[in-house]
C-alpha cells in the first residue's frame, strides 16, 4: 500500500504544489499588470529597464549562480548516497557560497533602487508629483539647523527660497524644467550644495544622465526630463520588490536548511541516510532555480 | 558504480545546456531593441527549455512515477487559471484609460440631471 517514496519526500512535493501556486500567483498578477499598463494613446507604458536601473548583467549572472547551485545539489545528494562524505560537504559549502552570493548580487540592485528612490510608493509618476517631490526635499534641507547649513545667512536664503519655490507651485507656475535648473543651481551653493545634492532626488537624477562628446546632458528617454517622473512606477516597485523579495526569502529558507547538513559533516557525522535530506533540500532548491528560471527573462529581458 | 557514473554524467550535461540556455538568453537580449516581441517570445521559450532540464533532470521527475502527474496537474490548472481569472477585471478594464469624451459625456450627463433635479 502507499507510494513507493518516503514520507518526507511525498510532503516536500506537497509542499512544492503550494509554492507552484504561491509563485504562479505572483507572476502571474505581474503579467496581467504589466501588460494592462498602458498610455494616454494605448500604448504600453511599462517603464523601461534604463529608467526603473534593471541590470540585465546582474539577473544572468545570478541565474548562473542558482543554476551551478543545482548541479551542486544533485552532485552532493549522490556523492553523500553512496559514501562520499567529504566531497559531498564540498558540494553543499559551494552550494551555501552561491546562495550567499546570490543575496550579494541582489542586494547590489536593491541599493541601486534605494539609492535612487525606486521603492514602492515614492516615485512620481507625473511632472507636476517631480515638482511637488523637489520642492518637498529642499524643504527638508532647508528645515535644518544653521549650522549644519553654513550659517544663519545660508539657511535663511535657503528657506526663503523654498518659500518661494512653494508659492510658485501653489500658483502652478513652478514647470519641471524651470525647477531642474533651480535645483542644480541650489547645488552649486558653496555651503548647503552638498547637502541639497545628497538630499534632493531630482539632484541625483540629473547627474545620472548621461552626456554626449560635447557634454551636453542626454536625456534618458525620448521625452526631455523623462527620467524625474515614472509613468507606473510605483506598481513596478510593487511587483519588483515584492516577487524578487519572496523569492530572496525562500533563497535565505534554503540556507538555513542546507545548514543542518553543512554542520553535521562539518563534525564528521554525515551518513549515507542523509541522502535522502538532502535530496529533499535539492527539490526544494531546485524549485528556487525554477523561479529564478521565469523572473529572470520575465523582469530583466521581455519587453512587452 | 556504472550507473552512478551516467547519473553524474547526465547532471553534468543538463548543467552545460543550462549555462548555454542562460548564454542564449543574455545574447538575445542585446537585440530587444530591434525586435521586442521575437525576443520576448525567444527568451520565455529558452525559460520553459531551462524549467523542463530542471525539472526531468535535478528534481527527476523523468524516472518518477505517475504520482508525478496526480500532483501537478491540479497546480498546474489552478497556476494557468488564475491569470486568467484576472484578465477580465484587471487586465482588460481597470488600468484602460476611459476615454476622454465618455468621461466628459457622463459629466454632462451628471450635471443635466443635477439641474434636471433642481427644476423639480
Redesign the interface.
Known amino acids: 500500500m502507499g507510494l513507493k517514496m518516503a514520507n518526507s519526500k511525498l510532503c516536500i512535493w506537497l509542499f512544492l504544489g503550494t509554492e507552484i501556486m504561491f509563485f504562479s500567483a505572483l507572476i502571474g498578477t505581474y503579467i496581467v499588470l504589466r501588460l494592462s499598463s498602458v498610455d494616454v494613446d494605448g500604448d504600453r507604458a511599462w517603464p523601461s529597464n534604463e529608467i526603473t536601473h534593471i541590470v540585465t548583467i546582474a539577473g544572468a549572472i545570478n541565474t548562473f549562480v542558482l543554476i551551478g547551485s543545482s548541479w551542486l545539489v544533485v552532485k552532493a545528494h549522490e556523492e553523500i548516497g553512496r559514501g562520499q562524505f567529504k566531497e559531498g560537504l564540498r558540494d553543499l559549502l559551494l552550494v551555501f557560497a552561491c546562495a550567499v552570493l546570490f543575496l550579494g548580487i541582489k542586494g547590489y540592485e536593491y541599493h541601486g533602487k534605494w539609492v535612487r528612490d525606486i521603492l514602492p510608493g515614492r516615485i512620481s509618476e507625473t511632472r507636476l508629483q517631480a515638482v511637488e517631490k523637489a520642492v518637498r526635499q529642499i524643504g527638508t534641507v532647508a528645515a535644518l539647523d544653521a549650522k549644519t547649513l553654513g550659517g544663519d545667512a545660508a539657511k535663511k536664503a535657503l528657506v526663503a527660497e523654498h518659500a518661494q519655490l512653494e508659492t510658485l507651485l501653489r500658483q502652478e507656475k513652478l514647470t519641471l524644467a524651470a525647477t531642474e535648473v533651480r535645483v542644480v543651481t541650489l547645488t552649486k551653493n558653496t555651503t548647503y550644495g552638498q547637502l541639497i545634492d545628497s538630499n534632493v532626488m531630482m539632484a541625483r537624477i540629473y547627474r545620472d544622465r548621461t552626456r554626449d562628446a560635447a557634454g551636453n546632458l542626454v536625456s534618458l528617454d525620448q521625452e526631455h526630463h523623462a527620467a524625474y517622473y515614472i509613468p507606473y512606477g510605483n506598481l513596478f516597485a510593487s511587483c519588483y520588490f515584492t516577487i524578487t523579495g519572496f523569492h530572496a526569502i525562500h533563497v535565505i529558507v534554503g540556507m538555513i536548511i542546507f545548514f543542518f547538513p553543512i554542520r553535521k559533516g562539518l563534525m564528521g557525522g554525515l551518513e549515507e541516510a542523509d541522502a535522502q535530506y538532502v535530496e529533499n533540500a535539492g527539490l526544494y532548491w531546485h524549485f528556487v532555480d525554477l523561479v529564478w528560471i521565469f523572473l529572470f527573462p520575465l523582469i530583466y529581458i521581455v519587453q512587452f | 558504480m556504472a550507473d552512478?557514473e551516467s547519473?553524474?554524467k547526465i547532471?553534468?550535461r543538463?548543467?552545460g545546456a543550462?549555462?548555454v540556455f542562460?548564454l542564449l538568453?543574455?545574447i538575445?537580449?542585446l537585440f530587444?531593441e530591434a525586435s521586442?516581441?521575437v525576443?520576448?517570445v525567444v527568451?520565455?521559450a529558452?525559460?520553459v527549455a531551462?524549467?523542463a532540464c530542471?525539472?526531468l533532470?535535478?528534481?527527476h521527475l523523468k524516472w518518477e512515477?505517475g504520482?508525478k502527474y496526480v500532483?501537478?496537474a491540479?497546480?498546474?490548472i489552478?497556476?494557468?487559471g488564475?491569470?486568467i481569472a484576472?484578465?477580465p477585471d484587471?487586465?482588460?478594464n481597470?488600468?484602460?484609460?476611459v476615454p476622454t469624451e465618455t468621461m466628459i459625456e457622463a459629466e454632462r450627463d451628471n450635471s443635466s440631471s443635477a439641474t434636471g433635479d433642481q427644476g423639480h
Open positions: 552512478h547519473h553524474d547532471y553534468l543538463v548543467f543550462l549555462c542562460t538568453s543574455a538575445a537580449d530587444k521586442p516581441g525576443v520576448g527568451v520565455l529558452i525559460a531551462k524549467a530542471v525539472m533532470f535535478f528534481m512515477r504520482w500532483l501537478l491540479p497546480t498546474t489552478l497556476a494557468i488564475l491569470p484576472l484578465m484587471i487586465g482588460w481597470y488600468y484602460h484609460r
